[in-house]
Structure formats: C-alpha cells, structure tokens
C-alpha cells in the first residue's frame, strides 16, 4: 500500500548526541513535512519542502536541520539533542500545498533524550 | 492570540450520545478546515475537511463551519468507547501550511 513510513519508530539518544530521523513516501508526494509534536500539545511545524524548495518555520531552532535528496526520501537532523526536544516527530505528505490537500501523516518517530 | 484554539478537556459523554467538540480560530482569512483524530502514541488521521458554511455530514461525524463566528465544530452521534481519544483541529489559509489546535481529549464512558 502506498504510505508514509518513518523510521526510526523509536530512537533513544544522549544528551548532545545527534540524531537523525527519516521519512521515505511511496504517494508521489511534492510536499513533505516534519511537525514535533510534544505531550499534550498541537503539532508544531519545523519545516517543509515544496519539491526542492525548502521552508523554514522562522521559530524552529538552527539545532534543528532538513535534507531532502529526492522525492521520496526526507531526513530531520538533530545536531545536539537537547532534553526539552524529547517529542514524537511527525513526518506528513501532501499533493500541492494549497488549501484543498490533505496531509497523509506517517506513524511518528518517539524520541527520547537521556 | 492563539491561532486555533480548543478546550483541552477531557470532555466524557455516555456511550451512544452525541460528542460536541468545538474550535475557533483567529485569522478570518482561514479556507479549510480539519478535523484528525489521535490515539494516544499515534499519529493524526484525518476524520473530515469542510471548506463552506454550515454543516457536512460523513456517516456519524458532522463537521458544522460558521466563518462569520471564526467557529468550526464535530458532533460525532452514537458515540462509542472506540471514539475516545484526541480531536485536533486544523486550519489552513491558501498556499500556508495546516496550524493545528492543541486538540480536545473525548473520553467516551461505556
């Protein structure tokens, strides 16, 4: 089936220990996604590609950085983990990024910082 | 001013009654409109999107949209115990991306 696929589901990291957290699509998908989400709060937007194009929310933190190297495959690295980045991250998918398309979401990456 | 807001809640309805889960959102500029559910540890699924005034039905979930009162709701009917769980709301103006709500926890009692 066509999906949205995170992996790792869940990664444990060290204090200051960087992380990277991947996201590939089989939807054919021009936009890609990556919202942190942390406990009991709304999904907060970090970035977001439109094909090659690449948006940065202006309040997602530089420790916070994005690659997408083709159309089915993004990454979110963290460079030095910080206890407060502790969140599931969201990676979603949609077809355009007008008002009328849906965002396919994948199962969440859950990461833990010691 | 918060964008989209919603009672955190929980809100607890019997089963079988009807679920009022509301939200309101700052920019009178805002064009669709989502309803997604959460479980807890999951990802949001979409339930519905509605893009005019008044009300969109969809089996037991209605999305209600009143642009005037900046208010969009979702009544589910015959709730049932496997409708509980995190309602969020989301808005989106043109070509910017969805800002959610930090979303509604429904319990529903059996």
């Known amino acids: 089936d066509a999906m949205v696929i995170q992996n790792p589901r869940y990664q444990v990291t060290q204090f200051g220990k960087p992380v990277t957290l991947s996201c590939s699509q089989t939807l054919n998908h021009n936009v890609m996604y990556w919202y942190q989400q942390k406990s009991s709060q709304a999904p907060k937007l970090l970035f977001h590609?439109?094909?090659?194009?690449?948006?940065n929310e202006a309040d997602t933190p530089d420790n916070f950085q994005s690659r997408r190297p083709n159309t089915s495959f993004c990454f979110l690295d963290i460079r030095s983990p910080g206890l407060g980045d502790a969140a599931m991250y969201l990676c979603?998918?949609?077809?355009?990024?007008?008002?009328?398309?849906?965002?396919?979401f994948g199962a969440g990456s859950r990461l833990t910082v010691l | 001013q918060k964008e989209v807001e919603q009672n955190s809640g929980p809100l607890s309805v019997p089963e079988g009654a009807i679920a009022s889960l509301n939200c309101t959102y700052s920019d009178r500029g805002s064009q669709s409109f989502f309803w997604y559910r959460q479980y807890s540890g999951k990802s949001p699924e979409l339930i519905m999107f509605i893009y005019s005034n008044g009300d969109k039905e969809d089996g037991r979930f209605t999305a209600q949209l009143n642009k005037a009162s900046q208010y969009v709701s979702l009544l589910i009917r015959d709730s049932q115990p496997s409708d509980s769980a995190t309602y969020l709301c989301a808005v989106i103006r043109g070509n910017t991306p969805l800002v959610f709500g930090k979303g509604t926890r429904l319990s529903v009692i059996a």
């Open positions: 590609y439109y094909d090659k194009d690449f948006n």
């Open positions: 979603a998918t949609s077809y355009g990024d007008s008002g009328a398309n849906v965002l396919t």
